[in-house]
DNA sequence: CGTGCCAGGTGCCAT
DNA sequence: ATGGCACTTGGCACG
């Protein structure tokens, strides 16, 4: 018996679902008329309406409106589940410690308890990312101009972490800023910052901004500041294997 | 009737939760067996286990797995919903245009199917927020330091959006940027641009990141630019109201 | 743990 | 639509 539902529960058939739930390990999910308090790094209330909450056997706790991706209010994994029984009504509190987080659920009228035993072994496979660009163009540097070769990956600087870098045919240090998706003025300042700290140690830097495109205001500022960009697009391959830390001497 | 809900549906009571949920701008939830793949700015596979399927009114998609505050997949609103019946199972696929990007779940065995015809004109109330912060300074620049007076709020300039550009008493540019947690690097960064921005029209600019308080690295680059803290935490108070543009001539 | 940074980020608001 | 940026960002990998 991997699910049970109850529609319209009394009080004791809402608070069996719960605690079988809570107790399996269980995917616990209830459509409810509620109301809901939070407080810890911010503070919200959210008055009364009729919502979905999830609560997961890992502490993750999510409540959805009928609109939008994300959750109104939520919990991250690893919060505490508990429920208080009134007289007319029952109140879940999720607890977080450090930093100490509170959300607390009135539940005025539930419509639906329900739970499912999830079982679950997959990971998701995932292609196209930044970090899978990153090793395409350590194994084909090349795309980014000829002559060019990589000396480290994710190189920890003075002030951050260099995506990739190394040096042009003519002998000068490259610093390469990857972006998945369009480039914006935030990933100019941090290639800026990059080759600003590198420069203070050895002599000519150059910056390179590698992105599927750029942005309007991140063009300009690029171009003011003396850096480059390479059109590259993240491919789509299977990861091949975990490219761990690459260092070749020093430089 | 604002729910429904059938175990272990068969195929015709399945299409019949979903056909009804999805003209009557219900949220459909569904526990199943299934596998999902993904293509659009990335592309993905997720191979057999049971999670939970949400569907909502305004096109989004989620599907969770048992662990983790974030779905496994999904789709943002707006995006279109079908189904394709096949021999013995059924195909669920969410389109979004513009990016083009598809989701396609299958099903391969349905324990719960639900909707809830949701009825909720409640929005989140939210205090703590950066936007609250910046309120506050605004009418208490005396916070920042003796004789501070503020411009402009969320000011366009060269190179990005200053959030808010003052005087001290020495008639010194000041440009303040705020944030509601620990500020890192990428703040003061982002503090860096908006300075240098400055100083090439107007003389002397002092930049103050105002946070509750830095990380080891930001303080260090803090320091070398010449630029400045100021500890204040984020006000936990009732958003007053929509503090539009304010503006003060020119400066 | 804190620091740094990516994310299929999402969401909000501005031009 | 594009742009610039905050977010209770979440999640991860590394020192």
Redesign the interface.
Known sequence: M??K?I??PSQEDLLNILSEGLSS?A?I?I?AHCRVHYDG????????????I?I???G?F?I??????E???????GSRVSFQVEEDRVRIISVRRKPRETLEVELLKV??A?Y??????????????EAEMRDYIFENPEVIEEGFKVLFKEKPIK??IVDLLGRDKDGNLVVLELK??RAD??AV??L??YVEDLKEEHGNVRGILVAPSLTS?AK??LE?EGLEFRRVK?P?REKAQRGKQKTLDSF
Chains 1, 2 share one sequence.
């Open positions: 991997k699910v539902s529609e319209n390990e995917i999910t459509f790094r911010a503070k919200s209330e959210l008055g009364n309406g009729d919502r979905v999830i997961k056997p890992d993750s999510l959805h409106q009928r609109e939008k991706r959750p109104v209010n939520w919990q991250p994994p419509y639906l329900s499912l035993q999830a079982e679950d072994s997959e990971e998701l496979t995932l292609m196209g990312s002030h951050g998945r998706r003025l935030h300042s941090q800026k910052r205001g300009k500022l003011k993240p789509k």
